[in-house]
């Protein structure tokens, strides 16, 4: 079957550096997603990942490794409105998302 | 402002009724997708539709359907609601299929 494994919450401190991760089980691999879902709201995208490597976007950074099937995402500077659902989706062989069930991060003053 | 939009925000259903959920999109994107949200688990996909005209099933069909029958509109309907069909719905969509999905604000849709 196709798995996607996160940690289901984290908690940092305001200012620090977190990072989550991702495993993935999935058949194929057609890119790997990184959405932030703040309570009560939709998802929003953050980054794509398709080539092993580190992908930086401003405080956010993603890093993908297919050989091992992981991949994390690094908050920089963390700021209390960074509290939020982090998900983690794997694009399989049939251009599906499959989906992780999302880390909850709680940022402490 | 360009977007997707979900309607109703959030409704209270009694077993047995039929509901559709209309979701609608101005950005011309080609995929759009129907997800259901449940505490703990990830988003599972319920329908998608390449392009317009087509439809397909994704993790967890049963007991909805869905028509594309044009680029803009993606309703999706609950034949004969059931308790466990008690979920958050997101709509969403994307020009292609190595693209990200955007996502509308939602249906909370709780069937008593």
């Known amino acids: 079957g196709q798995n996607i494994d996160q940690p289901t919450e984290m908690t940092a401190t305001e200012g620090a550096i977190v990072q989550i991760n991702c495993t993935y089980q999935t058949s194929g691999f057609n890119g790997l997603f990184w959405y932030q879902q703040h309570a009560g709201e939709a998802p929003t995208f953050l980054s794509y990942?398709?080539l092993d490597g580190l992908e930086e976007k401003g405080r956010f950074s993603s890093f993908l490794s297919r050989s091992k099937g992981y991949s994390y995402l690094l908050l920089k500077e963390l700021q209390m409105k960074d509290s939020a659902s982090y998900l983690c989706a794997v694009r399989d062989s049939n251009y599906q998302l499959i989906w992780g069930a999302g880390t909850k991060l709680i940022i402490k003053p | 402002i360009a977007g997707i939009t979900q309607a109703p925000t959030s409704q209270i259903l009694a077993a047995g009724r039929r509901m559709t959920l209309r979701c609608t999109q101005d950005m011309r994107h080609n995929a759009m997708y129907w997800y259901r949200q449940d505490l703990g688990l990830g988003l599972r996909l319920i329908h998608y539709?390449?392009?317009?005209?087509?439809?397909g099933k994704g993790e967890v069909p049963d007991g909805y359907s869905v028509s594309r029958a044009n680029t803009d509109d993606f309703p999706l309907t609950l034949a004969s609601a059931v308790p466990s069909q008690t979920s958050v719905y997101f709509c969403?969509?994307?020009?292609?299929?190595?693209?990200?999905?955007?996502f509308g604000d939602g249906t909370r849709l709780s069937i008593l």
């Open positions: 990942n398709v």
């Open positions: 969403a969509s994307s020009p292609g299929d190595n693209q990200p999905q955007h």
């Open positions: 539709s390449n392009t317009a005209g087509t439809t």
